[in-house]
C-alpha cells in the first residue's frame, strides 16, 4: 500500500493535493485489496493512479486594451471503465496539474457512487476571471476551446463548471464548441435551460448536499430544522447550500469568499439571500458589501499568516464547507469540534486536511465526505445528458425526486459498505470502498487497457 503512495510521490513529488487524495483512498481500500487478491496481480492501484490521458495546452488571447496573454490549458482524463469522462472546469489562479490531477480522481469515485454511468476527469487553466469583462472571459473561453474541442464529445469527455466557470463560461465554451465542430449536442452539462440545460442543475451540489446532511442527522433521529450551520465559500454550492438550508428551517450564519468572511448571528434569510444571490452572480462583488447592507453582520478580512480560519470557530450545529480544498486544518476542526458541531458535510472537494478528518472521526461527528455529499452536482449533470440524449426535459419536481434518490442511494451505500468492512458509520471508507470497487470491476472486465 505505502508501495503504491511511494510511485506516486517519487513520479512526481511536486504534486501535493493528489498525493492527499490518493492517500486517502488507498488506506480506507486497503481491506478490500487483502480480500480481492486478484487486484494487486492486476495492478489495479497502479493503472488507477495514472490518468488515462492529460492534455494540456497553450490558451492564448487578447484582452481589452490590446495585450496579448497567455495561459495554461488542462484536461486530466483519468478513467473511463464506467463511462465517457465526466467533471469540471476550474478557471482559478491556483490551477495545476497536481490540483486537476487530485480533483479528476476524487471525481472517478464519486461518479461511480451516482449509480449513473460516467467516468472520471477534470480540466481548467490558471487564467483568472476576477476583474476580467465578460468579453475578455468570451475571448479566454473561446481560445481555451479552440484546443479542447478535438478531444471531448457527448460520448467522450462531457466538461461542466467548477470554481470559476458557471452558466456564462459554459455558453462562450458551448457557443464556440459549436461552431468548430459543427454539431449542437450535449458535449458540455450546466447550459441554460433554453439551450439544452436542465431544470436544477445550477441549485444541484448546494441541494444534495443538504440532502445528505439530512440523510446522516436522519441516522440519529434528527433533523436540520433550528440547527445553526456554518458555510464556507458564497459562489454557485454555498448559495443553493444556504436556500436548501432555510427552506428546511435551518439557519446559515456565516458565507465567505477569498478575501474575508461574514457573520451574522440572527441568520441569513430568503431576502439577505437574494442579495448574496445578486451581488456575486450579476455584479460580482465581495461579501464584505452584505455587511454594510446589513448592519448586524460583522465581517472579518482574511488573514492569509494565521494559524486558523475565524468561520470555523463559532457555536453551531453544523457546518458545509464549500469554497476550497483544505480549508479546514486540524486546528479549525478541533474548533469545529469544541464549539458544539455535530455534523460537517462537505460541498467543495477535499476541504478538510487528513488529519482534520481524524478529529471528526474520533469524535464520532457525522462526517460527509466531499466524493459522496456533493455528489448532487455531477448526478444531476448526469441527468441533463440523458435529457439531451432523449431530446427531452423534466420538470423541476421529476430532476428534483431523481436528485434526492441519488442522495439517498449515496447514503445507504456508503453505510453498507463502511458496515461491510468493519468501519460503520464510517462514510469516508465506505464512500472510498464503494466506488472503488464499482470502477475496479469494470477495469477487469475490460482487460489490461
Ligand atoms: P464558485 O466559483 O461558484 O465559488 C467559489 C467560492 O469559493 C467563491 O466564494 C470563492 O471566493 C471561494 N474560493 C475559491 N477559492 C478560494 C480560495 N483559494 N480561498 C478562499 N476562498 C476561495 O465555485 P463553486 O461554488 O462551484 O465551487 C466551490 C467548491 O465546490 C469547489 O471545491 C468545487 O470543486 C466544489 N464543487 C462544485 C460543484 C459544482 O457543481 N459547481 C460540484 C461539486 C463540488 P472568490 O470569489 O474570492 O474566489
Ligand atoms: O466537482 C464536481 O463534481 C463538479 N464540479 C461538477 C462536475 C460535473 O460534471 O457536473
Redesign the pocket.
Known sequence: MTDILQLVKTKDPNEREFHQAVMEVVVSIKPVMDRNPEYRSAKILERLVEPERVIMFRVAWMDDQGQVNVNRGFRVEMNSAIGPYKG?LRF?P?VNLGILKF?AFEQVFKNALTTLPMGGGKGGSDFDP?GKSDTEVMRFCQAFMSELFRHIGPNTDVPA????V?AREIGFLFGMYKKLANEFTGVLTGKSLNWGGSLIRPEA?GYGSVYFASEMLATRNQSLEGKTCLVS??????QYTMEKLIEMGAKPVTF????GYIYDEKGVDRAKLDFIMELKNIKRGRVKEYAEKYSEAVYTPADPNADHNPLWDHKADCAFP????N?INAKDAQNLVNNGVQLVCE???MPTVPEGIDIFIDNNILYGP?KAA?AG??SVSGLEMTQNSMRMSWTRQEVDDRLKLIMHSIHKTCLEAAEQYGHPGNYMVGANIAGFIKVVNAMLDQGVV
Open positions: 469540471g482559478h491556483s480533483l476576477k463548471g467548477d470554481i470559476g458557471g451540489t465559500g458564497a459562489g454557485n454550492v454555498a465567505s469568499d477569498s478575501s464549500s469554497a476550497t480544498q480549508e460541498g467543495a472537494n466531499g456533493n452536482g455531477v
